[in-house]
Structure formats: structure tokens, C-alpha cells
């Protein structure tokens, strides 16, 4: 859905994203569909806080060994953008579904832009529903909400203890998803000249960083499942321009994060032009289910009021987005009620599509919703 917004959003980069879009959902039969494979596959998803491409480079070329591998032998996106990289979820209750955790720390999990409930199906219950054990580990009490996965861990505390408590799960439980989160990168930043600087404090916690991901990996080839072996390594966000650790929405930096991915059948030392976070989750699920569901909330001050508009059987993805409001024009002939050829609104409207990139808007006007469908 991510690809499908921008193609909508804006024409210019449209071919390059819908290229992104087929491209990670033809992984995904890689992925997921593990009785193709010799071996039953296992995922890894290491998110390393903060990271950007240049800092990886550097590492890269500097004694990160793990690192340099991935990125000579797996898939690197040129350009990744994650979702707001500050903002913080707060309803009209002033609840947080998501605590403290940015946004593209959910979109990676669910594969959406939907960030008003924790009721929202993620990589982890996708798993599960396939048979598969998984781990989730943070170094940061920011990612205590991510309870999902069947062996969950998030604490303010060492990236080497979640390598350990993954490992451990690995080698005990036969787990074959593992997202893992390093935040102690972070407490290293003294602003964007250290980032590229192979001396700095910065560059040497990212070793740091590589070495813990050489222990996961070393894990895995000794349960001899290195040959059926996906990783994923990504950043949530990008960093700010000043000396401070942070990532604010207002800095473009913020929003620019890392992602390169490897495993049997995908091509090595390429790269790909796009992708943004929600696409990770669509990479390694595939979001595939026979049913989708479409569910938006009206702005019904005090309280949100949650609407099921439409589900599909037989009908794969489900990424939900807004569009901003103006003319549209369906594609095809009017067919169903509720049905319009345009539509010209004053209101945003909320797009539903597929991961191979079908999309229908929705419009809500005088109480009741119309719709069209923008392609197929
Ligand atoms: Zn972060």
C-alpha cells in the first residue's frame, strides 16, 4: 500500500514504486510459501536504531564484516523512507495503542498506515496462523508493546542480551521469525559528521551493532538453516542534523532509513530504486489471506467510531490509506451500488488496495459512503 499511495500521490516516481511493489510481493512467494523450499525457511528482521545508508557504507568498508556481506550479496533499496519518524500516537481519549514506539516501528510489523488500534493483524499472527515460532527483542522499553510474537522481550537494556534471548529461543523453540531491534546505537550519536566518520564513537558502536547481528547469524548456521535463511536489515527512521539523538518529522534526514535484504532466490549485489517501512511486512508475510477487511474510523468527537465498510473474500493484501481529497475518476464502468464513474470531493477519502496493486477509494458524502475503482 505504501508503493500504492505514492503512485497515486505523486505520478513521478509511480513507475519506480509499482516495480518496488511487484518486486518484494514476488519474495514473498520466497518467503513464505515454505513447501517450495528444501528447507522450511526462517526470517530474520534486524532493525538497527537510526541507521542510514551512509553510516552502512562506512561500516561496511571498515571492519563490519556482517554488514559488508549483506550488502555484496543481498538487495539494497537506494532510497527507503519509513513512515512519521516521530510522531506519537494519541487519540481524542489520549490513549497511545502503541506507547512510546514510533510509527514505522508498527508499519514494519503490520504493513499498513494504521496506527489508531493495536487490534490489527502483524507478521507475528501471520506466523502464527502457519505454524511458525517467533521472537520479538528491543533494547529499549519503547517496544514493550510489541506482545505479539510468541517470545517477546523490550527492555532498556543491552543489544547483546536480545541477541542472546533470540538465540536462545532459536536453538529451544525452533523459532523461524525473529525480529530483533538494536537501540544502543543511538547513545553513540554526536551528530551527522561522527555518522560517516570510521573513527567516530558512532561508527564504532555500529561494529558493535554488526558483531551482535555475526552472533545471530553464526546462531543460525549452527542449527544448519543458514541455506533456507531470509534476512531483513532495516532501520526504523532515519536521524536529525544536530547533535541531539533524535529524528524529528521536520528534518527530511528523519525520514530517510536503511533496508537491504538476502536469502535463497534473491539476486545479490543488486539494488532496487524504493520502498518505504510498511513494505517489510509485506516482504516477509506477504499479508496474504484468503479475506480482507475494511475498516475505518469516523472522527466523532469525543470518541472514534469504527465503521466496517466492505470484506472481500478471495482477495488478497489489504492496506488501508487516505487520499486527499479532490476529483477522481474510475477506471471502469460502474458496477455494483455504491458505485460512482467520479467523484469530486472536498473530504479526504480512504483507499483500500492489494499488494500487486488494485485499489478502490472511498468517499464518505451525506452520510453514506460511495466508492470507485482507481485500477486492478
Ligand atoms: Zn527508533
Request: net charge neutral; aromatic share 10%.
Amino acid at each position: 500500500m505504501a508503493n500504492l499511495h505514492s503512485a497515486l500521490a505523486e505520478e513521478a516516481k509511480s513507475e519506480a514504486r509499482a516495480k518496488t511493489a511487484f518486486v518484494l510481493a514476488t519474495f514473498y512467494v520466497s518467503l513464505a510459501a515454505g513447501s517450495c523450499l528444501r528447507a522450511q525457511p526462517t526470517v530474520v528482521l534486524f532493525v538497527v536504531d537510526g541507521l542510514q545508508n551512509d553510516a552502512a557504507q562506512i561500516a561496511a568498508a571498515n571492519g563490519a564484516t556482517h554488514l559488508k556481506f549483506f550488502l555484496h550479496h543481498g538487495v539494497r533499496v537506494e532510497e527507503a523512507l519509513c513512515t512519521s519518524p516521530s510522531a506519537v500516537v494519541i487519540l481524542p481519549d489520549s490513549s497511545r495503542p502503541w506507547g512510546t514506539a514510533a510509527p514505522p516501528n508498527v508499519a514494519m510489523h503490520t504493513g499498513t498506515h494504521v496506527f489508531e488500534s493495536r487490534a490489527i493483524d502483524d507478521v507475528f499472527l501471520a506466523a502464527r496462523r502457519s505454524g511458525i515460532r517467533s521472537v520479538f527483542a528491543g533494547s529499549a522499553d519503547n517496544y514493550n508493546v510489541f506482545t505479539s510474537a510468541d517470545f517477546h522481550h523490550a527492555r532498556s537494556y543491552t543489544d547483546s542480551f536480545c541477541v542472546a534471548f533470540a538465540v536462545e529461543h532459536l536453538v529451544r523453540d525452533t523459532v523461524r521469525l525473529f525480529s530483533i531491534h538494536l537501540q544502543e546505537l543511538r547513545r553513540a550519536w554526536k551528530g551527522p559528521a561522527g555518522k560517516v566518520d570510521p573513527l567516530s564513537s558512532y561508527q564504532q558502536s555500529l561494529l558493535h551493532a554488526d558483531r551482535q547481528l555475526g552472533r545471530l547469524i553464526d546462531a543460525v548456521k549452527s542449527a544448519g538453516r543458514w541455506e533456507s535463511t531470509y534476512v531483513v536489515i532495516a532501520s526504523d527512521h532515519g536521524m536529525g542534523t544536530t547533535e541531539r539523538s533524535d529524528h524529528p518529522a521536520s528534518e527530511p534526514t528523519s525520514w530517510r532509513s536503511f533496508m537491504c535484504f538476502y536469502g535463497p532466490g534473491i539476486r545479490q549485489g543488486a539494488t532496487i530504486p524504493y520502498a518505504e517501512t510498511p513494505d517489510i511486512a509485506v516482504l516477509i508475510s506477504g499479508k496474504r489471506r484468503d479475506e480482507s477487511l475494511l475498516v475505518v474510523a469516523l472522527r466523532r468527537s469525543p470518541i472514534w467510531k469504527w465503521e466496517h465498510l466492505r470484506t472481500w473474500s478471495g482477495r488478497t493484501g489489504g492496506c488501508v490509506e487516505t487520499l486527499s481529497a479532490g476529483r477522481y475518476e474510475s477506471a471502469f464502468p460502474v458496477g455494483e451500488i455504491g458505485e460512482v464513474e467520479q467523484h469530486q470531493s472536498a473530504l479526504p477519502g480512504v483507499a483500500f488496495g492489494d499488494i500487486d496493486a488494485s485499489c478502490v477509494v472511498y468517499f464518505r458524502t451525506r452520510d453514506r459512503w460511495v466508492h470507485l475503482w482507481l485500477s486492478d
